[in-house]
């Protein structure tokens, strides 16, 4: 038997518990949540026309005879310095071909829209031919535009694929002789995400939606810090005009990972202005992370020395006035240009991501005063080490315990056995102490960075286990999310992720799963479930915690079995009246290596029953291996 006291509020559940971390990792930006399907848009990867399919090969070889395709550098526009000349000599036409991001996904009747910027010498080039095109050059939609200035112009145009085809590509022909020079080249779906130009993928946005997310955090991760200092994130080169927005090499673009991409650049279409939009459209408070003058120590771990330190802070200030500021300053009125007058509604903003020692607690100092100075109500998070032991973390802890820190961001990537051993972390935690951003976790079940880790059921109801713990003490934890959040089944540097997609659909994985049942049940107000006046924290492998919701007047109990046997439990609700039937959400699986895929990507996905009550008594039977969430009604 189990008790659960209604009527005893121990903390409150902050709306914040359980929120979704985004890094650029894995394609997630560019080639995935960013919806334009066009790779080196504007021509500024470091090997310039990268996913253009060069004229000159075999392939093409009637485009050597016709033609030329160059890349000029122009000084004077520092952000995007780069396009591309195409010089056509002969009336058999010349063509460039994108091959997107491992191909482009286009759905049969969908429209898409496709711009470009050119510049026609002389009217020289009379049309250019625009079209979807499969392996064998089927033609699978088109459109063309007439070019009809010499000088740089914009062109836009829509149509429809005739064709379902995950891998297309792009092919535009240019038919006349002459020069003509092109840049922005772009192609997105017309159904994004709120039908927005230069929008979202929809079917993930509507994933991370359903989720119904507390905050989201971005951009990363490892990102946010850069292999070097000057590839850190930097908010304010991601703002603006997209074709204004200094193409970066990605962190991930490196060969130190299972499948190195040399193609992994970030566009920053999805930048900043996005993101707080993306959290604002999904009910998210926005968690923006900002560099602390610490490149990634996994990487080159460069330093910026702290008299130098202050370009890093301001960033910081600025980006709370750019979210919060009024029009009529500086960065508000860039804003509201931008389309979004009203503030953002900033309330919390990290420094650092995973950076650690006396470096880190060195400039957290210097970021907390002036922030803190200008802006008292702004929350900071702070980082701490990778993992949550070692001399480091322990070190970083303490000195930011020291420095009053409100909020620590810990990550943990470890395997299911050490979920499940740990649902009791944060019982005899310092309750005065920094609260704790569970910033990242996942259960690895080879081990990290493992390319062989699988999102399987053993992790996700491990992962389960572990979060009634964090439940259960949310009087400390105010903020969690699993990592990395999504990957391209063809693109991606780390596993396990909580979302797969390809070009064309997207699935949630049994660990999206059991984010969905915490965050869409995270109720207002921990309440105690205890057996023989205890904590359920894993005797006889099963895990508990509860809460009621005073908006929705519901009790809810989330209970994890990790042992290989059913369980049959009596759960007795005290102190207040509670309805005589409810629901039981179950999430189980046969097997411990089971995992949803494109094929089944319901495999492992809840399913509701009915549940009678004897009295104030819930007669339950666990499934083995099986997360349940028991909902009730209080009267
Ligand atoms: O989630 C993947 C990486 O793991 C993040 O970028 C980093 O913060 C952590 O080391």
């Not at 951009?219 to 850190?232: D, H, K, S, Y």
């Not at 999904?282 to 560099?291: D, E, H, K, W």
């Not at 370009?311 to 979210?323: G, N």
């Not at 508000?332 to 020692?357: A, C, D, Y």
Request: hydrophobic fraction near 35%; include cysteine; aromatic fraction near 12%.
């Amino acid at each position: 038997t189990l008790e659960v006291d209604v009527a005893k509020t121990i903390t409150k559940i902050q709306p914040t518990m359980y929120g979704v971390f985004f890094e650029d990792i894995n394609f997630a930006a560019d080639g995935g949540l960013y919806a334009e399907m066009i790779k080196n848009r504007s021509f500024e990867f470091e090997v310039p026309l990268m996913g253009w399919d060069q004229p000159k090969t075999e392939k093409y070889a009637f485009n050597a005879k016709s033609g030329t395709a160059t890349i000029i550098k122009v000084v004077e526009n520092n952000k995007n310095p780069r396009f591309c000349r195409v010089i056509v000599n002969d009336d058999i036409g010349y063509e460039l071909v994108n091959e997107g991001f491992r191909g482009m996904g286009i759905k049969k009747d969908a429209r898409y829209n496709v711009s470009l910027k050119a510049a026609n010498h002389d009217g020289a080039i009379k049309k250019i031919i625009i079209q979807f095109i499969d392996k064998d050059n089927k033609v699978l939609g088109e459109t063309s535009i007439v070019p009809t200035s010499n000088d740089w112009v914009s062109y836009t145009a829509q149509f429809a694929a005739t064709q379902t085809e995950a891998k297309a590509k792009l092919k535009i022909t240019f038919e006349g002789t002459g020069t003509i020079d092109l840049d922005m080249i772009s192609l997105f779906p017309d159904d994004t995400w709120n039908h927005r130009k230069n929008g979202l993928r929809k079917d993930i946005v509507q994933l991370l939606y359903d989720l119904k997310p507390g905050f989201l955090r971005f951009p990363g991760g490892c990102i946010v810090e850069g292999r070097t200092l000057a590839q850190r994130y930097q908010w304010k080169k991601s703002i603006g005009d997209v074709d204004k927005r200094e193409t970066v090499i990605n962190r991930w673009n490196t060969e130190f990972v299972h499948k190195p991409a040399p193609d992994y650049f970030q566009s920053f279409g999805l930048g900043f202005f996005e993101y707080f939009q993306l959290a604002e459209d999904i009910g998210a408070t926005p968690l923006p992370i900002l560099s602390c003058g610490m490149a990634c120590q996994f990487n080159t771990a460069e330093l910026v020395p702290m008299e130098e330190l202050d370009p890093y802070v301001q960033d910081a200030l600025d980006l709370i006035e750019f979210a919060n500021g009024g029009v009529e300053t500086p960065w508000g009125s860039v804003r509201s240009e931008m389309g979004h007058p009203k503030p953002f509604n900033l309330k919390m903003i990290g420094v650092g991501n995973e950076q650690w020692g006396p470096d880190y607690i060195a400039r957290y100092k210097v970021f907390e005063k002036a922030i803190k100075g200008k802006y008292p109500n702004i929350t900071i998070v702070s980082g701490s080490g990778p993992a949550p032991e070692g001399d480091f973390f322990d070190y970083g802890m303490k000195e930011l315990k020291k420095l009053n820190a409100e909020v620590v961001d810990e990550h943990y990537y470890s395997s299911p056995k050490w979920f499940r051993e740990n649902a009791t972390r944060y019982d005899n935690y310092d309750r005065k102490g920094p609260k704790i951003f569970a910033g990242e976790y996942a259960a690895q079940s080879v081990g990290i960075t493992s390319p062989d880790n699988k999102n399987n059921w053993e992790c996700a109801f491990s992962e389960a286990a572990f979060m009634t713990g964090l439940e259960r003490n949310a009087e400390v934890v105010n903020l969690t999310s699993y990592a990395p959040l999504m990957a391209h089944v063809e693109a991606w540097q780390w596993t396990p992720d909580m979302i797969w997609f390809n070009n064309l659909e997207a699935y949630g994985t049994a660990n999206y799963y059991v984010q969905k049942l915490f965050s869409t049940n995270k109720g207002t107000d921990l309440v105690a479930i205890t057996k023989e006046g205890k904590p359920v924290t894993g005797q006889n492998d099963l895990f508990a915690s509860a809460v009621k919701d005073a908006n929705t007047k519901e009790v809810i109990v989330k209970l994890v079995n990790a042992s290989a046997n059913a369980q049959e439990l009596n759960i007795d609700f005290k102190g207040s009246k509670v309805a005589d039937k409810g629901t039981v959400t179950t999430l189980t699986s046969a097997n411990l290596d089971d995992v949803n895929s494109f094929e089944s990507p319901k495999k492992i996905s809840p399913t509701e029953s009915e549940i009678k009550l004897k009295g104030k008594n819930a007669q339950i039977r666990l499934l083995p291996h099986s997360v349940s969430v028991l909902t009730l009604k209080m009267r």
